[in-house]
């Protein structure tokens, strides 16, 4: 452990980030990618005592079985475009970061953490009902990614904590993403939309799961939709009449990129794409 | 505290630091000029370097990270005096204005063309979202990029 | 053309294209001295409001913190930005003595040993406002009652007042610039058709990628030398001079390559602070601007409004024109009665209208102080004019290229202000424009010339 006394820490493995976490607490920011991290400190939003740098921490890695998918905290967005045999919604979501720097730099475990107007792969993992893989001083912690987000800028995670992978059980057989940015190559995201089906032996949806990101400041759940599609077949009736449902009860963020308003008007036209398209195909 | 690394083929020592950006080693510290300040957030690509090879946006990445590695500016391509094969295509394509984006316009040509040496218009767009020019209007940039893709 | 000419329709090679592509280029920010300080501001967090206190106890203990500057350092006090050319008048302070009048209107500035120390100080320094209701909207500036922002007692600048310190003082002048030619009453009763328009145009950010940044270094025997990113070094200088009472001679402005300014930095915005700041502090200052500071505090091109109504004959003439513009200067007045003139003068477009009345506001209103952006004045009008002619050709129910060669300025007439055509080549233009853009015009329109 290199530079332990300049406040720059670059533990080796996820034991010696525990114990660095379990001293320093939240003295400590943990930088991955850097890339929404380091604002935080350029912005003079925080001012930590000590970094704790993952870059030497093995957790670069997609590991994809018969039933299960596991990915590494600090994989970068671009290693999730290159391999194969994930499910569409998360290489799609992976695909719509911009820039080569930025699909280099940032990290899945990162993005889980950046809130609106960032944080698409979230928005896709939460629609593909990823499970968070926590490491403390108390062990091992699973905590679905539908359960992480307490409120703006706060989650389940406890400050010894540290996120190590992404797991996905039982994949999706269906999965899609579409977000809309301001222009077309790159840009904040105003809405994005994921959705994950899997459907019975006669077309009917078993498993649907719906999500939304950038509306509010974490992506969340349609439950309510997801209920209305659950047992049915879909038809544009179903998907028109759960549209109008997707941001029920939901404060939406109304700011200079966009009002409240349209953003829960292109939340439904993305939907809508995503279950027409899913349709058409039969 | 200390950290030294390799600066366009040069050692470099230099006291930074834990929460200083490199960028503003680079800038204020050592007075690179190959480097530019524009937003601080990694939207412009003003002051993309490349760390052991890979894009990098020096305003997101701490100095702490370069200790031991090499980093390299648009000022370190030229080989013998000689310009890269990138730098004279955009030379020859009338591919900067102002000049200000240029830096991390050419590091991100180079990175994109190692990586896919014939990109679609599609990929070159998508690899250029990081990096933002006010003044030509991306064309002559783009066909810089590509006449280095036909070749 | 190339045949004729030896520069014209030849490409001319960007003489730092090589510097650029090797990174070598000098911007000011890579200008630096041994002892330099930093800047930051204090910026005001509302858009209208008095100065009731301005405490810098804390932020002054703050080791590193060298000097905190407010309007009582500044010699002498006002902004005159291009009041030297006649455009004036000079109402800007460098720093706010009494009240703020735009959100991220400077308020003090702290001077430390680097940027992110200046930051803190600034973060320190506690400033009391009472809160005072702001005008955002130009209509609302203007109505009777409103609060008023200026000191003259009306939200918009008095045109033939010689409040600009150009034309003759003295006189009552109107709230509006003029321009009026023929009779436009006569012209509308004889109207075939009527035609009426309204135009926004919202305040547009030059956002160069180089943000604005500045070294100041004071030299001995009261000089000073200015690095910075400018497209107008002598205004800087002039400004510098007037502000800190020394003679224009003692300043240089040094204007290294700007990495984009699109008008954005015609405007002397921060170099007198970062000069008032050297001379205080005795050694050389830097400050850069951040993104945030870009996108909200240095100027806009302006937003502008114009409504427009047209006399039209049903063979397809425009009698007559009338329009009414508003354009939003912001707190202060920087150039904008320079750029009201040039928008209110070519209301007319390249077009020959015989009987016009054209009135144009320069308007003050609680926002960041708008200024110069490539075609100053021109472009938001050229958007406006060109939008109502099509309209006009849709109610004559006639092609608008036929409408629009049928207008054009021909050689030999005369313009709304008076001035006799002898350059046009609209008509010329609009056949090369129709050829690139692959329209085929019809014979009639391709027989006709600028010349008769």
Known sequence: ?282 | MRIRFKLDGQDVEVDVKHTDTLLKVLKDKIGVGSVNFGCGEGSCGACMVLINGRLRYSCLTLAGYVDGKEVTTVAGLARDGELSEIQKAFLENDAAQCGYCTPGMILTAKVLLEKNPTPSDEELFDALAGNLCRCTGYIPIINAIKSVAKR | ?452
């Open chain 1, 1 to 282: 452990m290199s530079l332990i006394a300049s406040g720059y820490l670059t533990p080796a493995n996820v034991q010696e980030v525990v114990s660095l976490k379990r001293k320093l607490r939240d003295k400590a920011l943990v930088v991955a990618g850097g890339t929404a991290a380091v604002q935080l400190i350029s912005k003079m939003i925080i001012e930590p005592q000590a970094i704790i740098s993952l870059e030497k921490v093995p957790l670069n890695y997609v590991k994809i079985r018969a039933n299960s998918i596991e990915i590494g905290a600090t994989t970068p967005i671009a290693r999730l475009i290159r391999s194969r045999g994930l499910p569409d919604a998360l290489k799609r979501a992976a695909e719509s970061i911009h820039g080569l720097a930025l699909k280099d730099m940032a990290t899945v475990g990162g993005n889980i953490f950046t809130p609106a107007p960032a944080g698409d792969i979230a928005t896709a993992l939460l629609a593909l009902d990823a499970i968070l893989i926590l490491r403390g001083g108390g062990g091992v912690r699973s905590v679905p990614l539908s359960k992480f987000y307490k409120g703006p800028l706060q989650f389940n995670i406890r400050p010894d904590e540290i996120l190590t992978a992404v797991k996905i059980n039982k994949p999706p057989k269906h999965s899609a993403f579409l977000k809309q940015t301001p222009w077309k190559y790159s840009g904040p995201t105003i809405a994005s939309v994921s959705v994950s089906l899997d459907l019975d032996r006669n077309g009917k949806a078993r498993r649907a799961m719906v999500a939304l990101g950038g509306l509010t400041t974490h992506p969340y759940r349609a439950k309510k939709v997801e209920k209305m599609f659950t047992g049915k077949k879909l038809t544009e009736q179903l998907i028109d009449g759960a549209a109008q449902q997707l941001t029920d009860g939901v404060e939406v963020i109304d700011d200079a990129l966009a009002s409240s308003w349209y953003r829960r008007e292109l939340a439904q036209v993305l939907f809508k794409r995503i279950l027409y398209d899913f349709i058409s195909r039969g």
């Open chain 3, 1 to 452: 053309m190339s045949s004729q000419f030896s520069v014209v329709g030849s490409p001319v090679k960007n003489v730092q294209l090589l510097s650029h592509v090797t990174g070598a280029t000098q911007y000011v920010d890579e200008i630096s001295f041994p002892g330099m300080l930093w800047v930051k501001a204090v910026r005001s967090p509302v858009a209208r409001g008095r100065i009731k206190k301005i405490d810098t106890s804390k932020a002054e203990k703050l080791p590193g913190v060298v000097r905190i500057i407010t309007a009582k350092d500044v010699p002498n006090n006002i902004h005159v930005n291009m009041a030297g050319i006649g455009i004036g008048p000079p109402d800007e302070p460098v720093l706010p003595e009494s009240e703020v009048n735009y959100k991220g209107e400077a308020i003090c500035l702290v001077v430390a040993k680097d940027e992110e120390t200046a930051a803190k100080g600034a973060q320190l320094v506690e400033v009391e406002i009472e809160e005072l209701p702001p005008v955002l909207d130009m209509e609302e500036a203007l109505k009777p009652g409103a609060p008023v922002i200026t000191k003259w007692g009306i939200n918009a600048f008095i045109y033939g007042s010689g409040m600009d310190g150009a034309t003759r003082p003295g006189r009552p002048g109107r709230p509006f610039f003029l321009v009026k030619r023929g009779d436009v009453e006569a012209a509308f009763k004889r109207a075939d058709y009527v035609v009426e328009g309204s135009y926004l145009i919202p305040p547009i950010e030059h956002a160069p990628i180089e943000p604005h940044v500045c070294v100041a270094k004071p030299e001995p025997g009261q000089r000073l030398t200015i690095y910075t990113t400018t497209q107008a070094p002598y205004f800087v200088r002039d400004n510098v001079a007037t502000i800190l009472k020394i003679p224009a001679s003692n300043i240089r402005v040094v204007a290294p390559a700007v990495g984009g300014g699109f008008g954005g930095k015609v405007d002397p915005e921060f170099e007198m602070q970062v000069a008032v700041a050297a001379m205080c502090v005795g050694r050389p200052v830097k400050w850069r601007w951040t993104r945030e500071e870009e996108f909200t505090v240095s100027t806009t091109r302006p937003a502008v409004k114009i409504e427009i109504q047209d006399a039209l004959s049903s063979d397809g003439l425009i009698l007559g024109r009338k329009a009414r513009l508003l354009h939003d200067s912001g707190a202060y007045t920087r150039t904008s009665p320079y750029g009201v003139i040039k928008a209110t003068v070519n209301l007319s477009g390249p077009y020959q209208i015989p009987n016009v009345y054209y009135e144009g506001y320069c308007v003050y209103t609680n926002r960041q102080p708008s200024s110069a952006m490539r075609g100053y004045g021109v472009f938001e009008v050229s958007y406006a004019v060109e939008l109502q002619i099509e309209r006009d050709a849709r109610k004559l129910g006639i092609d608008s290229w036929e409408f629009r060669f049928k207008n054009a300025y021909k050689n030999g007439q005369v313009s709304a202000t008076g001035r006799l055509i002898d350059d046009a080549y609209l008509i010329e233009v609009m056949k090369e424009a129709a050829a690139l853009a692959g329209v085929s015009l019809p014979s009639h329109l391709l027989q006709m010339s600028s010349w008769g």
